[in-house]
């Protein structure tokens, strides 16, 4: 049982900056992968960036330069520091977790409830 709480969404001016977070409770193991999604109105939901437990990062090419994600691994608490927002950031952004189990090699996603992000130009 897995449970992630966004925040830090928000109304913004093109060119800001807001920093989400996404705290994880529940039973969690150290190795994990993380990740922030968003989905716009009418749009499909997207991948922004992922990282691992070993700190690795993977970034959607919209992002790169702009957003940073990190994590506190000690607290569970997933980080998204967006930078030099466009309008084309407004969404809903979503946190997620994914742990891969068992012999078989399941994967197990959490996700958050979300936060809206609206940057206005």
């Known amino acids: 049982q897995v449970q992630l709480v966004e925040s830090g969404g928000g109304l913004v001016q093109a060119g800001g900056s807001l920093r989400l977070s996404c705290a994880a409770s529940?039973?969690?193991?150290?190795?994990?992968?993380m990740g922030w999604y968003r989905q716009a109105p009418e749009k499909q939901r997207e991948l922004v960036a992922t990282i691992n437990s070993d700190g690795s990062t993977n970034y959607v090419d919209s992002v790169k330069g702009r957003f940073t994600i990190s994590r506190d691994n000690a607290r569970n608490t997933l980080y998204l520091q967006m930078n030099s927002l466009k309008p084309e950031d407004t969404a809903v952004y979503y946190c997620?977790?994914?742990?891969?189990?068992?012999?078989?090699?399941?994967?197990?996603?959490?996700w958050g409830q979300g936060t809206q992000v609206t940057v206005s130009s």
């Open positions: 997620k977790l994914r742990q891969t189990m068992g012999a078989l090699f399941r994967n197990y996603d959490y």
């Open positions: 529940g039973n969690i193991f150290s190795t994990n992968t």
